[in-house]
Nanobody
């Protein structure tokens, strides 16, 4: 069963910013709060990759290639996860998903991000 709904994608220019949101409206607080969560992206013709993680203690991690441009955050009471994307590059184009890191739930539809001038 799909647990997360992603939103906030769109068309952004190189160097621009986008903020993605992910809500878990079907999930109760006590289930959401302890989850280690992540944002994933799938570029055209490529495998889905993990771009940011945040654990239940709000510790965030990013691949070295994305550090300084992406920021992941969460609000457990709102059962929401965000991804702030700055200094966008064309290679950031893809469909972005959120899910728990270990044993992911069924994937949602994701939100499309297109970086182009």
């Amino acid at each position: 069963q799909v647990q997360f709904v992603e939103s906030g994608g769109g068309l952004g220019p190189p160097g621009g910013s986008l903020r993605l949101s992910c809500t878990a409206s079907r999930m109760i607080f006590s289930t959401f709060a302890p989850l280690d969560l992540g944002w994933y992206r799938q570029a055209p013709g490529k495998e889905r990759e993990l771009v940011a993680t945040i654990d239940s203690d709000l510790n965030a991690n990013y691949p070295d290639t994305l550090k300084g441009r992406f920021t992941i955050s969460r609000n457990n009471s709102r059962k929401t996860l965000w991804l702030q994307m700055n200094s966008l590059k064309p290679e950031d184009t893809g469909v972005y998903y959120c899910n728990r890191i270990r044993d992911p739930y069924s994937w949602g539809r994701g939100t499309q991000v297109t970086v182009s001038s």
